[in-house]
DNA sequence: AACTCTGTCAACCGCGCACGT
DNA sequence: TACGTGCGCGGTTGACAGAGT
């Protein structure tokens, strides 16, 4: 079955859009608006282009308030921020970045800014062990009149692709490592109730989430994350340096490293033999991503 | 000059979600 | 509740331009 095509594909035009259509886009909908329905737009625009080519070629082009060149350096900083804290969640991070587009972030990312994040060209804002997390973080606060909505919501979990991952070259831990704690606020204060090490309070842990406590999550058997912590397997206690790179990870710690394939099986072999495939279950996490210009 | 390689970016595709019926 | 439809998103593609050989 499959499902039913948005248009006509055999009627409708496609690739590069013509300055006249582009015109007679930006007319339509300076006189009438989108009219809340974009399928049906070309046809009153009477243009023969696929209503999700239209609202594509207005989002990322037409717009007036698009800002077409250069990324300046300090939108490199938010967007390598943000996308060590979400990983590719590029309309959120163009949320962030007026005037600029989801497609304009993403292609920016994959052409240019991760190679000059990799080259270390690009400086990532960081937070002290003192910093907190806002209580109004700018993406919620985008999100009264976007779309986007940090919650809890597992789609929203911060994440690094398979492609950062391999960015990050986890095998070259002395390079992949580096960078990733060079990247991610230490915001971790604590090892939770599994660690080995007795230093550790857990019975003032304020690492555990009312959400958390009362689940099934196991402690020895996921890796509980709350806004400020990293819950470690029992086993981790083996791999000292290991956990020290967690710890420094905090909260912003990519679960794609470890849930993706091939860095979920990298990782399992630090920590575990038994490379703990049940440790993902963050859909208790609340996501606060820093406050990017708190000066 | 001709060809190949590489980078850039606009556009497309397909999926998940929200919403209306 | 189930289904259909449109929107929004992230991933991918492909055309083009410029650099390199």
């Known amino acids: 079955m499959g499902r039913t095509p948005c248009c006509d594909k055999a009627n409708v035009k496609r690739g590069p859009w013509s300055p006249e259509e582009d015109a007679t886009l930006k007319s339509y909908l300076h006189t009438h608006g989108t009219g809340g329905n974009w399928i049906a737009l070309p046809t009153k625009a009477g243009l023969r282009r696929c ?97 986007f909505l940090v919650s809890q919501n597992q789609n929203s979990m911060p994440n690094l692709s398979t492609d950062a991952c391999s960015e990050f070259n986890i095998d070259e831990k002395n390079m992949g490592f580096g960078l990733i704690h060079q990247f991610y606020s230490p915001q971790v204060k604590e090892v939770g109730a599994s660690s080995r090490n007795n230093n550790h309070n857990h019975n003032h842990n304020p690492l555990v989430s009312l959400s958390q406590e009362g689940s099934s999550i196991s402690d020895s058997s996921s890796i509980a994350v709350d806004n400020k912590c990293v819950l470690l397997p029992e086993h981790v206690g083996d791999h000292e340096s290991t956990e020290q790179v967690l710890m420094d990870f ?25 490379g703990y495939p049940e440790w993902v279950d963050f859909s208790y996490v609340d996501i606060k991503p820093h406050l990017l210009n708190q000066n």
């Open 51 to 147: 209503g999700k080519s239209c609202r594509l070629r207005w989002l990322n082009y037409l717009r007036p308030d698009i800002k077409h060149g250069g990324f300046t350096e300090e939108e490199d900083n938010i967007i390598c921020t943000l996308y060590v804290q979400m990983g590719s969640k590029w309309s959120a991070i163009a949320s962030q970045l007026p005037g600029r587009t989801d497609n304009d972030v993403k292609n920016y990312w994959n052409t240019k800014l991760k190679r000059k994040l990799i080259a270390g060209k690009v400086c990532l804002k960081k937070l002290n062990d003192n910093d907190t997390l806002p209580s109004t973080p700018l993406l919620t606060q985008k999100a009264q009149n976007l779309d």
């Open 250 to 274: 905090g909260f912003e710690f990519p679960y794609d490293l470890t849930n993706n394939l091939n860095c979920h099986e990298k990782f399992g072999e630090l920590f575990s033999p038994s």
